[in-house]
């Protein structure tokens, strides 16, 4: 769960947990122990996360330890209820964006995709035919550029060009809702599947939180779940595609920029993913924050400003590299996922984001809401 090399053992992590018959709590990881620091002061992450140092007051909060990180682990799975001491996910009243087509490898698999409209039967061919007119011409271009003009017209005289090209080398970013506030599961909880959905696969994200002035305070993993299939039919169908019940999942906690921890450790970040299934498949992945074609300081600005304001702020994932192409089911198919399956994101400073893949039907319904929380801490007197 936690970082396996970390630059220095004063690395600010901060998360949200359930407390049986008490609620959610915002917790400091210190060491290998848990102090809830949760008070009228700092209520919510949202509170935190507001700041003028948001590291500063992390250091400066004092609470009351409520067990360890084994504690924590023990009871953080698929089945944990409220009468277990578990991990969720550590944003809480932030909306919850995602930045789609940042990285040139996984831009060509969205063509394939829509190429094939959501077919994985027809994607092998049509990757072959894809890959020897566009090839790697697509990487080191900045997005937005008169190169990249130059290359989206060459694209649209072979008749190539697509939407996805266009968010992934034109001057807008694509910005979208993945979940809402207090929706996202945690470390160990279940992700979900749309039921409809035959070809899918996880997608391992640095995750940024920033606050409602536009600041960049922090960072931890994410699980962007896709549907490949739904939108390879239509990118109108992004909505269902992404937004389903426990189809984001962000953890196991939120590391705070100070002074050792920066945006320039996000940029170098290394993402490593596995996905092992019941049936004995493995699947290694990888996902490289240095060849990203936006800057992530560049996405958020094309999120929040005077044109787009974010009162409790929110949490972006930047988008991945890895797109999965190994046969699983049947050759040519590609990979798609199997209910039954986990899916562990790691990344050397930020631990290890772990969950379990069942049918969003199955998944336990998402009851604890934006108005709960509020009476909830209403009734704890911390409002």
Not at 350 to 355: C, E, K, P, R, Y
Request: hydrophobic share 40%; proline share 6%; net charge negative.
């Amino acid at each position: 769960m936690l970082p396996h090399s970390n630059p220095t053992p004063d690395a600010l992590f901060v998360g949200r947990v359930w407390r049986p018959g008490i609620g959610p709590a915002l917790v400091a990881l210190r060491g290998d122990t848990l102090v809830d620091i949760t008070s009228k002061a700092l209520p919510t992450m949202r509170d935190l996360l507001e700041r003028d140092d948001p590291a500063g007051a992390l250091r400066a909060a004092a609470g009351e330890t409520i067990g360890t990180l084994a504690d924590l682990v023990a009871g953080s799975d698929e089945a944990a209820g409220d009468d277990v001491l578990h991990l969720l996910a550590p944003c809480d009243l932030q909306a919850v964006k995602a930045s789609g087509v940042t990285f040139a490898q996984s831009m060509v698999e969205r063509v394939i995709e829509e190429q094939a409209a959501g077919d994985p039967d027809k994607a092998e061919a049509i990757r072959a035919k894809v890959t020897s007119v566009i090839g790697t011409s697509l990487s080191g271009i900045e997005p937005g550029s008169e190169k990249a003009m130059e290359v989206k017209r060459v694209l649209q005289a072979e008749g190539m060009w697509s939407q996805y090209l266009e968010v992934g080398i034109g001057p807008d970013a694509e910005v979208f809702t993945k979940a809402q506030p207090m929706a996202a599961v945690g470390w160990g909880a279940t992700v979900g599947l749309h039921p409809i959905s035959k070809w899918n696969n996880p997608e391992p994200e640095i995750v940024l939180a920033i606050n409602s002035r536009g600041d960049i305070v922090g960072a931890t993993l994410g699980n962007d779940v896709n549907l490949r299939d739904v939108e390879g039919r239509s990118a109108l169908l992004l909505g269902k595609a992404k937004d389903n019940n426990a189809s984001c999942a962000i953890g196991p906690f939120l590391r705070l920029f100070d002074g050792e921890y920066t945006l320039d450790d996000v940029r170098k970040a290394e993402l490593t993913m596995t996905v092992k299934g019941t049936d004995g498949f493995v699947l290694d992945g990888a996902s490289s924050m240095s060849q990203i074609s936006r800057d992530p300081a560049s996405i958020v600005a094309q999120t929040i400003g005077r044109h787009h304001q974010y009162p409790d702020g929110f949490f972006l994932f930047l988008g991945t590299l890895f797109a999965p192409t190994k046969d699983r089911d049947a050759p040519g198919q590609g990979f798609t996922h199997h209910v039954g399956d986990t899916v562990t994101i790691s990344e050397p400073t930020l631990g290890a984001l772990h969950n379990t893949v069942r049918l969003s039907t199955e998944a336990p319904e998402w009851t604890f809401g934006t108005s709960a929380l509020m009476r909830n801490l209403a009734e704890r007197g911390l409002l």
